[in-house]
């Protein structure tokens, strides 16, 4: 499983790259705009790493630990596409869009985070 959270992360980390000199060089919005952009640019980093140091980790525990560990990294991957997703969408379209992305992908990302450390409470200790 942890190839396919290495996949994922690689391909959120090249799109969060892209999408940074994007936002840099390219995007020529509002400051509100570059501010929602910059927002989910962050985000979409830092999770893309999250995901890569989870890709790294969840084969290595089993039992309820390697579950959590898993739930956590989709609900950090869903999060991050809702989350920035809803942002970048803002920033270049200046619509609203649908509206619940944003909160959703947000509560996500904490569920994830907080799953990871389920998964840390569940590691059998030798």
Known sequence: ???????????????????????????????????????????????????????????????????????GLGLIAGGTLLFSGGLYWRALTEAGGPGVMMPVGGLALIAGWLALALAGLLVRRP
Do not use: N
């Open 1 to 71: 499983m942890s190839r396919l959270w290495l996949i994922i992360a690689g391909l959120a980390g090249a799109a969060a790259v892209a999408l940074g000199a994007y936002g840099a060089h390219g995007f020529g919005g509002s400051a509100i705009q570059q501010s929602w952009f910059a927002t989910a640019q962050a985000y979409h980093a830092l999770h893309a790493v999250a995901l890569l140091a989870g890709a790294a980790l969840a084969d290595r525990l089993s039992g309820g630990a390697v579950r959590a560990a898993h739930t």
